[in-house]
């Protein structure tokens, strides 16, 4: 025997297995439809091949997976034994054809039991399995026959006995900006998608439909709620240029809310629509695996539904952590409910130092709330620290109070005061810091976001996860330890967590799985931007990350401090603003580093972005001519450098 | 079999916003048309392709909801861009599917796809 040809694939059948098989009491080979004459009963029992790819899979639960998509009735046995003999018996008794295949004359016996055992918990052979479905031992088996069930299952419908093993070619997990984008692209290309997605309510009861983080209590929200606080700087500014205001200024939340959550959810219809136009299937249904190609989608009434599918996409992405003190999730909301909060979350406590922390303390001073930020030790860290301590700055002087070297210890109800501790080592006492006459309305815990991988049934499929972290590690092309479950987003291991990333990432793999390409993605020079009340925009390295990475004799820092135009007549902030670039000595003065604090950061920041990509250099800079009167001009004409320690205050154009 | 939502048909804007107003605290759908003339065939032909195929996903509303069936007018009407549908309901065009008091909206080729219109009367 050697190869045939099955319904367009090849069969391999490898020399030892035909040794084995001239052992054993089978002889037919049954290819599909195509059956090689051999010396045996019609009964056409028989060791039945499953296709099988040139790279021959040494994955036991590949190939258990393959006989069960293969074959209605398969069974797992041993030669010497009984019991497997007396199964096998059974069926020929039932008239049903039914495919071996003998463990005790396999190679790979071992990963084989390994693969059955972690898919059905058993350990004894024979195991045998109907449609696809595990009925168990002899013992299983001969009741099941005895009460009919046996007969029943024989019955049913015929499952997934073609070469479409699955019924999906594509499952996504998580209808986020990963899922969404890496679906439907997939689909673009012709393949059968299912996107699972579901938002398990916060602590407070809050929730919301697809789309995602960013869509629904993210980056949107975020940034419309940003720019209403920037609003109201600009109204308190326009009085200077000649708007005479005739009533108090004051605002409403409520009206906020609305308006915000109305456009969130046409967002969310946007996304809906798109879904169904590109035919791809979605399901409001937490999805966890329950087999190397099976998932358990359970919808918010409790019902379950399974479903197969050839590949698969991790994309579930994040969920605010809490601090597991008394009191959090009882007392404290976090970015998850506050943007969709019904009423103004009033004097607050934000916990936390991270963007997220920073951002919502800055637009909720600026919407005129008394806000302090309890900060452990420094802000934003993984950031440039010299940016992120101008942002600190920024934000003090306009009112934010900052309560550093603090960690909560309990919260309880909104009358009484919360209990702080300091988080300086040699402080172990819990000190009451406010007196009891002040206290918080609310207490907004960002203390950073944790991946949801823990209950997605990872550990059943053998995908491996940092255990600290719950990140997935993945390697260039998104693919997890396990060969056809890949991984995208907030959830992988050392990639920046942003929308823009997840979305490149997604639609590039779904290119390179389904349509040949082989483009990667460039996780490197990625900008960002941080939409604190003096906004950040950044792209490349740190001025610590490449000191570190080049040696500081090998970077030149140059920088200048610049008073946007706008700002002079309020006569506000002057020498706040702050340009900074970092250049690779060794390489034409190439910039390694792009950092701005300003208005409209990220506007400024896109465009250096794309040039960074280009591999600019400070001369090029300076060889374009800047655009008058603008905030980014400043980058044209940067000539101190931070070695010199020359003056860089400005007093504006 | 006994219908589960109602259906109310009106004409122009005022009759539509006293049908809604009539109705507070349900699921109101409105399904908003070009006039049909006396043969019962209206002026725009996109409004023509898709009424049977939104008609034929109304077994698919919520229980307890509306469907209000407005013709809005004539085209000459409907061309003014300060007619009241188009200044304070803000519809863009015609036929327009909607789910009112939420962003939930089909418009013109989108209600030829019965898979969309069956979606918005079954997704929450």
């Not at chain 1, 099941?144 to 594509?170: C, I, W």
């Not at chain 2, 863009?92 to 939930?104: A, E, H, I, K, M």
Request: with cysteine; charged share 25%; glycine share 10%.
């Amino acid at each position: 025997m050697g190869n045939s040809v099955c319904k367009g694939k090849t069969v391999f059948m490898d020399t030892t297995r035909i040794k084995s098989l001239q052992n054993s009491s089978t002889g037919v080979i049954k290819a599909g439809e195509h059956k090689i004459k051999s010396h045996l009963s019609t009964e056409s029992q028989g060791l039945s091949c499953f296709t099988q790819d040139h790279s021959d899979q040494r994955d036991g639960r590949e190939i258990v997976q393959g006989f069960l998509g293969q074959n209605k009735v398969m069974i797992f046995s041993v030669t010497s034994c009984q019991l497997s003999a007396q199964v096998k018996e059974l069926f020929r008794s039932m008239k049903v054809s039914f495919c071996v295949l003998e463990l005790d004359q396999r190679e790979d016996r071992q990963e084989i039991q390994q693969a059955l055992w972690e898919l059905t918990e058993q350990r004894e052979l024979p195991s045998v399995f109907v449609n696809r479905q595990h009925i168990g031992d002899w013992e299983k088996t001969s009741q099941a026959h005895r009460e009919g069930r046996l007969q029943a299952l024989l019955d049913m419908q015929e499952v997934n006995l073609s070469p479409d093993l699955y019924d999906y070619d594509l499952l996504v997990i998580g209808g986020g900006s990963g899922g969404l984008a890496a679906a439907k692209e997939a689909a673009t290309y012709g393949k059968k998608v299912v996107v699972l997605d579901y938002v398990t309510p916060t602590p407070k009861g809050t929730t919301w439909g697809l789309g995602g983080t960013c869509v629904n209590v993210g980056c949107i929200p975020k940034k419309l709620m940003h720019q209403a606080a920037i609003l109201g700087q600009a109204i308190r500014d326009s009085q200077r240029y000649g708007w005479e205001l005739q009533e108090k200024v004051s605002h409403n939340w409520r009206n906020m809310r609305q308006a915000v959550q109305d456009h969130i959810g046409s967002l969310r219809f946007g996304y809906s629509k798109a879904l169904r136009d590109s035919k791809v299937t979605y399901m409001n249904a937490y999805g966890e695996f329950v087999g190397p190609h099976q998932i358990k989608a359970t919808n918010s009434k409790g019902k379950e539904t399974f479903y197969t599918a050839a590949t698969f996409i991790i994309a579930t992405g994040e969920r605010p952590r809490y601090l597991g003190i008394p009191g959090d999730k009882e007392y404290c909301i976090t970015s998850d409910d506050l943007f969709s909060l019904p009423q103004s979350p009033g004097r607050t406590l934000v916990v936390g130092a991270s963007y997220v922390a920073l951002e919502c303390a800055g637009f909720l001073a600026g919407l005129g709330l008394d806000i302090s930020v309890m900060v452990r030790s420094i802000l934003l860290r993984g950031f440039d620290q010299h940016m992120a301590n101008k942002i600190g700055e920024h934000m003090e002087q306009h009112g934010v109070t900052f309560i550093r070297q603090f960690v909560p210890t309990k919260v309880r109800d909104e009358y009484h005061p919360y209990i702080f501790r300091s988080s300086e080592e040699t402080v172990g006492v819990e000190l009451l810091v406010y007196s009891s006459f002040v206290w918080f309305l609310q207490v907004l815990l960002a203390v950073g976001r944790d991946a949801c991988t823990r209950t997605i049934g990872l550990d059943t499929v053998g995908v491996k996860i940092n255990v600290k972290t719950g990140k997935i590690p993945v390697n260039e092309e998104e693919q997890t330890n396990v060969p056809h479950i890949y991984a995208i987003g907030d959830v992988l291991e050392g990639k920046l967590e942003l929308t823009p990333v997840a979305i490149q990432a997604g639609r590039l793999l779904a290119r390179r799985l389904y349509a040949e390409h082989s483009t990667k993605c460039d996780y490197t020079n990625i900008p960002t931007t941080v939409f604190t009340p003096l906004e950040y925009g950044a792209c490349g390295l740190s001025e610590e990350d490449s000191i570190q990475k080049y040696g500081e004799d090998n970077i030149e820092v140059y920088h200048s401090n610049f008073w946007p135009l706008e700002w002079t007549v309020p006569a506000r902030d002057n020498n706040t603003c702050y340009a900074k670039i970092i250049c690779y000595k060794q390489d034409s003065e190439r910039v390694v580093g792009f950092h701005v604090l300003g208005p409209n950061a990220g506007e400024m920041t896109q465009g250096f972005a794309a040039a960074m990509k280009c591999g600019m250099t400070k001369e090029q800079l300076d060889n374009t001519i800047g655009i008058h009167p603008v905030c980014a001009e400043v980058f044209t004409t940067l000539s101190v450098t931070k070695r010199s320690g020359g003056d860089i205050a400005k007093g504006g154009c | 079999m006994a219908r589960q939502y109602e259906e109310v048909t009106v004409r122009g804007y005022d009759e539509f916003m006293k049908a809604v107003s009539q109705r507070k605290g349900k699921d109101v759908f409105a399904y908003f048309s070009g006039s049909k003339n006396e043969q019962g065939i209206s002026w725009c032909p996109d409004c023509v392709k898709a009424e049977p195929i939104v008609r034929g996903e109304l077994g698919y509303l919520p229980p307890g909801s509306v469907f209000i069936y407005c013709q809005v007018g004539e085209r000459s009407y409907w061309k003014d861009p300060n007619n009241e549908f188009k200044k304070t309901l803000k519809l863009s065009g015609v036929p327009t599917l909607l789910r009112y008091g939420t962003p939930q909206k089909l418009v013109e080729e989108e209600c030829f796809k019965k898979d969309l219109v069956r979606m918005m009367f079954t997704e929450d």
